[in-house]
C-alpha cells in the first residue's frame, strides 16, 4: 500500500539553527517526490520536487531535499532557518498521496 | 506564475443541504484537477481527479455520488456536497496541473455544517 510518513510532527528550532525533516514513503511504482509548504493561513505552495536525475534536489527559499532509494527517503533540509519560515511541511508521492505534515516554529 | 482560485473560502451550511465549491485556474487551461481534503492535524486525502469533459475518477471509499464533480471546461471544476452532514465538515482543497508541468494548489475551503 502507498504511504508517505513524516516522523516529526512538531519541530521547534532557533533562528540560524539547521534543519532536518523526514520523510519516507512507500510506493510500488516510479515515484515523484514533492515537498509542499503551507505558511499560516496561506494555502499550500510547491517547495521542491523530484522526478529523476541528480538525487539532491534544490528548491525557493534555500531549501532542499535528497532522494535516497535505497531508504526510500526523501528528506527536506536547510542549514540556517528563518523565522519567516514557520510553516507546516508536507512531504507527497506522486501529487496524490501527502504526509500527516511537520509543523515547523522558528524562534526568533 | 499559475494562480488557482477557490471559491468560497468559508461556507457554513444546514444539515441536509447542498454546498459547491468552485475551483478556477485562472491563467492557464486545467485538463486535470484535484480534489483533497484535509482533516484537523491530518494530510490532504486526495478524494477524486477531476478530468474536462470525462467524468472524474474517485478513490476508494469517496462517495461519487455524496461529493459530486463537474468539469465542464478548461479553467472550471466544481464540488458538490450533497446533502451535507456534520461529519462532511472539513477543508476542502483542489488543485490543477498547470502548462509548467507543476501542480498548483486553491486556497482551500472551510466547510462546516450545521
Known amino acids: 500500500a502507498q504511504s508517505v510518513s513524516q516522523h516529526n510532527h512538531h519541530v521547534i528550532l532557533s533562528e540560524a539553527a539547521s534543519l532536518e525533516l523526514g520523510c519516507n514513503y512507500s510506493?510500488?511504482?516510479?515515484?515523484?517526490l514533492f515537498w509542499y509548504v503551507q505558511y499560516p493561513g496561506q494555502h499550500l505552495q510547491l517547495l521542491l520536487k523530484?522526478?529523476?536525475?541528480?538525487?539532491l534536489v534544490k528548491g525557493i527559499k534555500g531549501f532542499e531535499a535528497e532522494f535516497i532509494k535505497s531508504k526510500f527517503s526523501f528528506n527536506l533540509r536547510k542549514p540556517s532557518v528563518q523565522w519567516s519560515d514557520t510553516a507546516e511541511y508536507f512531504c507527497?508521492?506522486?501529487?496524490?498521496?501527502f504526509g500527516t505534515g511537520t509543523s515547523l516554529t522558528v524562534i526568533p | 506564475g499559475a494562480v488557482v482560485s477557490q471559491h468560497p473560502s468559508r461556507v457554513i451550511c444546514k444539515s441536509g443541504t447542498s454546498v459547491k465549491i468552485e475551483c478556477r485556474s485562472l491563467?492557464?487551461?486545467?485538463?486535470?484537477m484535484f480534489w483533497y481534503r484535509q482533516f484537523p492535524k491530518k494530510s490532504l486525502m486526495l478524494m477524486a481527479t477531476?478530468?474536462?469533459?470525462?467524468?472524474?475518477?474517485?478513490e476508494q471509499g469517496v462517495e461519487k455520488d455524496k461529493f459530486l464533480i463537474n468539469h465542464a471546461s478548461l479553467t472550471l471544476s466544481t464540488l458538490t456536497v450533497t446533502s451535507a452532514h456534520p461529519e462532511d465538515s472539513s477543508f476542502y482543497i483542489c488543485?490543477?496541473?498547470?502548462?509548467?508541468?507543476?501542480?498548483?494548489f486553491g486556497s482551500g475551503t472551510r466547510l462546516t455544517v450545521v
Open positions: 510506493y510500488g511504482g516510479t515515484v515523484n
Open positions: 523530484y522526478f529523476s536525475g541528480d538525487p
Open positions: 491563467d492557464f487551461q486545467a485538463t486535470t
Open positions: 507527497a508521492v506522486i501529487q496524490f498521496y
Open positions: 488543485s490543477a496541473l498547470d502548462r509548467g508541468g507543476g501542480y498548483t
Open positions: 477531476s478530468n474536462e469533459g470525462s467524468k472524474a475518477t474517485y
